[in-house]
């Protein structure tokens, strides 16, 4: 019996995913493993360090991530897997060597990049964060050099996971990320004593390595061996001219997020820290649904970009799947902010102010993700189609109103930190306007009256959910009857109602934790009985989804020779 679970078990960790549902499905639980564990990492961190301690770690990944992002991840998101895969189907041997190749060019480009920043880091960050101090800034630098080396082990991890997806075998890449966050909370918990604010960083180092080690094996068992060329081939050349407009989309990215670093540091030393911890909640949704739907759906847009008709069905489904999962997320962040920040983040140092300040950064977030979600479905359209430049420029003209926004409300206005994320949120509403127009432009029908119903009926269906909500939250919070709506107790038809027996006293933890459920589950409820009442498709669409996911519906798998590419979440970095 032990040995037929054990047999069962290694089958699950080495065969491969033969559906995009099962891929999906894979992909989907990960991330939920994964966005989880990484709350409670940030949990841990917010109850070791002040928000003012943490703001320096979060600022000293600001450097390796640049070089990382931009000279690593940007091959990896959208070149690596299609030329290993192609050199898989010629030989296994060419296939292996372009791997090998990538690794010692990457970790050599890495490794160059990283030492000129490490030397200089100091006058760097000096220029990055000119609201920190000077001791600050030393303590930022010095974490970051630290940083450096765990990103170094990121560039071999990188290789073993693109080697992973394309042969199919998406659960052990899935499960590094998890690991990964893994590695930093156990630094955290059983370091901090020795060494302070070092200890998340040394944790960082363990988890990248806990992230290689765990996919190593595997890749090793399939063929991967590492080899001392450098010389770039035909395989690598061709990653590197498909990964060329990803890089430059990634660069942009890094210049916005190191902006809101810049303008965050003026603010406070602490609102750096409100910006990620808020950000990270606001992931939650954003990765779930919007990534990892638009990751599956990839290769079917891919394989259908020939056929017009099919390939828009596809992309509306997607969309309003896509837009019908994340708009509760939006009403429901935007009404229980400070209840999440202070389940998720409340500790003993993380105090009131920390607690509205994330939770009024959270909110801004969530007016956007709706907008997040769409900007990842229609950028893998376009990627679908062959077009990598549209997504590239649209992505430009964003980074442009984010860059105004920032420096308009922040610098100019000098508003507290929501202001970036609130930036943020207008950008990718303008960036998802623009996608959606010119993907309705390239292939026609997609924004008409029967789309703009079916969203209505959604955009209805969210703002009721959000409406009953805060009525929920506000009618049983004592809170609110003690301190905003006391006139009631006095009028005398009231007088004999024992308020006290159904209002929660929110300044406990399990009580908040109590009201918050039931307010989710009658928000959502809400939500899902306006729609069928609406009859929308998107119920429909769940209802069959389910069915299948519960075996009534058949699933068609991929063909023994066929690859198929459906790529998990990248690291969940801090």
């Given at each position: ?6 047999n069962?078990?290694?089958?699950l960790?080495?065969?491969p ?13 990960m991330?939920?493993a994964?966005r989880?564990l990484?709350?409670?990492r940030q949990r841990v961190?917010a109850n070791?360090f002040?928000p003012?301690?943490l ?6 990944f600001r450097?390796?991530d640049?070089?990382?992002e931009?000279?690593?991840a940007?091959?990896?998101?959208s070149?690596f897997?299609p030329v290993f895969?192609?050199f898989l189907?010629?030989?296994t041997a060419?296939a292996w060597?372009?791997?090998g190749?990538?690794v ?11 030492l ?8 760097i960050?000096?220029v990055?964060?000119p609201g920190?101090?000077s001791?600050e800034?030393?303590?930022?630098a010095?974490i970051a050099?630290v940083?450096f ?13 693109g080697?992973?997806e ?6 052990v890449?899935a499960?590094?990320?998890?690991l990964y966050n ?10 901090k004593?020795?060494f302070g604010?070092?200890?998340?960083a040394m944790?960082v ?7 290689f080690?765990?996919?190593?094996p595997l890749a090793?068992?399939?063929g991967f061996?590492f080899s001392f060329n450098?010389k770039p081939?035909?395989?690598?050349k ?7 407009p ?5 660069s942009?990215d890094?210049?916005?997020?190191t902006?809101e670093?810049f303008?965050?540091s003026?603010?406070s030393?602490a609102?750096?820290t409100y910006?990620?911890?808020a950000?990270s909640?606001q992931?939650?949704?954003v990765?779930?649904f919007g990534t990892?739907l638009?990751?599956a ?12 008709k099919?390939f828009?069905?596809?992309?509306v ?12 997320f ?15 983040y409340g500790t003993?140092?993380?105090d009131?102010n920390?607690t509205?300040?994330t ?6 977030f969530?007016v956007?993700?709706?907008f997040?979600t769409?900007?990842a479905i229609?950028?893998?359209a ?8 549209t997504p590239v420029?649209?992505?430009m003209?964003?980074l442009?109103?984010?860059i105004?926004?920032d420096?308009f409300l922040v610098?100019?206005l ?8 609130a930036?943020?949120?207008f950008s990718?509403f303008?960036?998802?306007l623009?996608l ?6 390239r292939i026609g029908?997609?924004?008409?009256k029967?789309?703009l119903?079916?969203f209505?009926k ?5 703002l009721?959910s959000?409406?009953?909500?805060f009525?929920f939250?506000k009618?049983f919070?004592?809170?609110?009857w003690i ?5 009631l107790?006095?009028i005398?038809s009231t007088?004999n109602?024992?308020?006290q ?5 929110t300044?406990y ?9 039931i307010v989710?589950v009658?928000?959502?409820?809400v939500?899902?009985?306006?729609l069928i009442?609406f009859k929308?498709e998107?119920?429909g ?5 389910l069915?299948g996911l519960?075996g009534?519906?058949?699933?068609s ?6 690859q198929?590419t459906?790529i998990p979440?990248?690291t969940?970095g801090?």
């Open positions: 019996m032990v040995n037929k679970i054990l069962r078990g290694k089958k960790l080495t065969d995913q033969n559906s995009v549902l099962s891929a999906a499905s894979v992909i989907m639980l991330i939920v994964s989880v990484g709350l409670v961190l070791y002040y003012e301690e703001s320096l770690f979060f600022a000293a450097l390796p640049i070089i990382f931009v000279l690593v940007g091959s990896f998101s070149a897997i895969t192609k189907k010629k030989g060419d060597e372009v791997a190749r990538v010692n060019i990457g970790l050599l480009t890495f490794g160059l990049f990283a000129f920043f490490g030397l200089f880091a100091n006058q960050y000096a990055l964060t920190f101090t001791y800034i030393t303590q930022t010095t050099r940083l080396a765990a990103q170094g082990i990121f560039v071999i991890s990188y290789v073993m996971t080697v992973l394309s042969l199919r075998r998406f659960l890449p499960l590094a990320p998890v893994l590695g930093i909370i156990l630094g955290t918990i059983f370091l004593p020795y604010l070092m200890a998340p944790g180092v363990i988890g990248a390595a806990f992230h080690l765990i996919q190593l090793y068992k399939l061996r450098i081939n035909d395989g690598v061709k990653i590197g001219k498909l990964a060329l990803r890089v430059v989309d990634l942009f890094q210049i916005g997020k902006i670093l303008l965050a003026f603010i030393t609102s750096y910006y990620i911890f950000n909640l992931l939650l949704p990765s779930l990892s638009a990751k759906a990839l290769p079917i847009l891919s394989r259908n970009n020939d056929n017009p099919r828009r069905q596809i992309l489904t997607t969309i309003f799947q896509v837009i019908f999962l994340t708009a509760p939006t009403v429901l962040l935007i009404v229980l902010r400070i209840p999440i920040v202070r389940l998720v003993n140092i993380f009131w920390a509205v300040q939770g009024m950064v959270l909110s801004a969530a956007g993700i709706v997040q769409l900007m229609i950028g893998r376009f990627f679908a189609l062959h077009d990598t430049k420029i649209v992505s003209i964003g442009l109103l984010l105004i926004g420096v610098w100019f000098h508003m507290p930190v929501w202001a970036l994320s930036s943020f949120s990718a303008i960036e998802a623009l959606i127009y010119l993907i309705n432009r029908r997609l924004m008409t029967k789309t119903v079916r209505a959604i955009a209805v269906s969210a009721s959000g409406i009953v909500m009525f939250l009618f919070d004592r809170y609110t301190k905003r709506i006391s006139f107790s006095k005398e007088k109602i024992p308020f027996l159904f209002v929660l006293d300044r933890t399990i009580n908040l934790l109590i009201l918050t459920s989710t009658v928000g959502l409820g939500y899902f009985l306006s009442i929308s998107e119920i669409i769940l209802t069959g989804q069915k519960l009534k519906s058949g699933v798998g991929i063909a023994k020779g066929e198929e459906v979440p990248p969940d801090i």
